[in-house]
């Protein structure tokens, strides 16, 4: 059986992690069959098209842009909706953010979401990739052994560019969906390619965790 699952990212570098983290892990379950499609941002010849960003995420699922949620993931048959939002900026988009209660912190950005997904939208199809804080956070155990770096939810990027360093890669905090930046986390991603592996590298997020197991109940 194959089932399509769009995803929603904040960009397009955002889009290859998630892809690969989600086919890798569910690449376990024989007897289906998983593909992703981009949904937003779109990108041609390796360039993204036009901003996204958390406003971005939130005008798509929203209906507010003309190419949005509502017409796309039905268009596709999209059968899941993979929905990703950093959440070091999230008091922006009106959530608290207190690192102090990470599971209410996951609940507030996954109701502020789900309460701002267009109302004709069946909202059983919705994951949320919620990521504590930055995307880079999930990252790090792909590159680094240390466990205690590995929890960390701050300054993220900083510890993976230290690692990537050493192997010629950056990525830069501007720029992240440069063709560099690209090529760095292409070499991260293909450092775990195991479902268990995959597994692994979510105990040390809360959010990756909890994405892996919505993976889980599909």
Not at 42 to 71: A, C, R, T
Not at 145 to 168: A, S, Y
Request: aromatic share 10%.
């Amino acid at each position: 059986m194959s089932k399509k699952i769009g995803i929603v990212s904040e960009g397009v570098s955002d889009y290859r992690v998630l892809q690969h983290i989600a086919l890798r892990y569910l690449k376990q379950r024989e007897d289906e069959d998983f593909y992703t499609i981009r949904l937003n941002p779109k990108e041609e010849k390796n360039k993204q098209l036009g901003f996204s960003g958390w406003q971005g995420v939130f005008n798509y699922i929203s209906g507010e842009d003309q190419q949005n949620l509502i017409v796309e993931a039905i268009k596709e048959e999209c059968e899941y909706v993979i929905v990703q939002i950093d959440t070091d900026v999230c008091e922006q988009y009106g959530v608290k953010h207190d690192l102090s209660n990470i599971e209410q912190l996951w609940t507030n950005v996954c109701q502020k979401l789900s309460d701002s997904v267009h109302k004709d939208f069946d909202k059983s199809k919705l994951i949320f990739a919620i990521c504590i804080d930055e995307l880079e956070c999930w990252l790090i155990p792909f590159i680094e052994t240390d466990e205690k770096r590995c929890q960390n939810m701050d300054r993220c990027l900083n510890i993976v560019n230290n690692d990537l360093h050493k192997k010629g890669y950056y990525i830069d905090k501007d720029n992240k969906n440069s063709m560099g930046a690209q090529s760095a986390y292409d070499y991260i991603i293909k450092q775990k390619k195991k479902p268990k592996e995959i597994l692994e590298c979510s105990k040390f997020n809360y959010g990756f965790r909890k994405f892996i197991e919505q993976l889980n109940s599909i």
